[in-house]
DNA sequence: ATAAAAACTAAACAGTTGTTTGAATTAAAC
DNA sequence: GTTTAATTCAAACAACTGTTTAGTTTTTAT
């Protein structure tokens, strides 16, 4: 069996059955709050499925991470080449990370809550690499709207990011709080919320950033 | 020694000890990752003193919460009642967030990390009060700059704090790869990018999404 | 100096942790 | 149909978890 870290998903049944389970208790309960045993019991396999398949439980939390974040690249690459003004592109490049991250809140919790204390640098290589990715995309959008004029110069781009996600995660990280200081009872008017009031509040405070007003 | 700074907080010595390194680590390794015994070592305490002390690992880090965070409400307060323009207010409001949390880091990580998660729910009362207030001194702040005129009554008010707060925790939660990216190679370096640089992104920012421009 | 209270300790408790083992079962190859 | 390989399992492993106990030392009050 390969007990390797596999760079394609090239998972079997059984492995994304496992690891999918491993997706909804580690966002749940953190990566240390939860046990394997856990993880078989919630997924009806044997406890010594997980060191078979993926030889510990830090290589299934590293498989898991390769399992989700793959295909990321693509999407933003063919928003790149689409013909549209830059603003447009940024407010499509917002929507683009908040629906991604939305629908697949469990491992960009994961990312975010274990991918920054110390112990778990020797994974962040990967991760950092698709970051760093993001980042000249979205300088790429920036620096043609800078060219048109349309964008102001004096902008910290590295910083803008932060912005975006930021605000999100600083949301969604508080959802009970916010669930209750503005009435989203229903998981549907909490989506719906994101969906609409944030995702607007953010594009309108990048745009707001960027536009030039002379 | 000096016995008269403690004057707020009602606990010993010892206990502060106790809480101090809880700070340390629990920053560094989360709650879950951090054993009692791995304190007592640091600390050089017996395990049994913070049960003694404290009750429990659980109510350790309730008494960690309110050793930190029970002044931040004075701050705010008297940052209120400064005879200043709304959008000075505001400047000065992000800046006395950013030190605070800066030179607090390791009671706000926690913070961030563990009060997500549903089982910490019933330990979220305290810390949501202190949020709501918060919120309605910066809500005090945005009125009373819509009714001058300056600020744009179509804000979100609620989501500015996400903006503010996030963009700073997702900064600061991705400290190695901004350090890479930026080229911070001393702490100095970093505290003062944060000082300068990220303080005035952040307000830049909210600036640019309250100031009405005809 | 003596008694009561507080502080502290080593050891034990009962669970849980991640991982390995060796045998049993199932599937694939011949 | 037999052999070989892959999969699954219960049980055991040693180490670690939070907490309690019962006894000792230190401090405080009288």
Not at 21 to 33: C, I, M, P, S, W
Not at 82 to 102: Q, T, V
Not at 114 to 124: A, G, I, M, P, V
């Amino acid at each position: 069996m390969n007990k390797s870290i596999q760079l394609k998903s090239n998972f079997n049944e059984k492995q994304i059955q496992i690891l999918e389970v491993a997706e909804t208790l580690f966002a749940e309960k953190g990566f240390d709050g939860t046990s394997i045993r856990n993880i078989a019991k919630v997924a009806k396999i044997n406890v010594a499925m997980v060191s078979y398949y993926f030889g510990s439980k830090e290589r299934l939390l590293e498989s898991l991470i390769v399992y989700r974040t793959s295909d990321l690249k693509n999407q933003l690459d063919n928003l790149l080449q689409e013909d549209l003004e830059p603003i447009d592109k940024i407010n499509k490049l917002i929507e683009l990370y908040i629906n991604r991250i939305n629908s697949n809140r469990g491992i960009y919790r994961i990312l975010h809550f274990e991918f920054t204390s110390k112990k778990r640098e020797q994974n962040l290589q990967a991760f950092s690499e698709l970051k760093k990715g993001n980042l000249k995309s979205l300088e790429t959008i920036i620096e043609e709207g800078q060219k048109k004029g349309i964008f102001r110069k004096d902008v910290i781009i590295p910083l803008i990011t932060p912005t975006i996600l930021g605000t999100f995660f600083h949301f969604h990280m508080n959802k009970p709080f916010f669930e209750n200081l503005l009435n989203l009872k229903t998981e549907d008017l909490y989506n719906n919320y994101i969906k609409t009031n944030l995702t607007k509040h953010i594009q309108q405070t990048i745009k707001a950033l960027l536009i030039y007003e002379s």
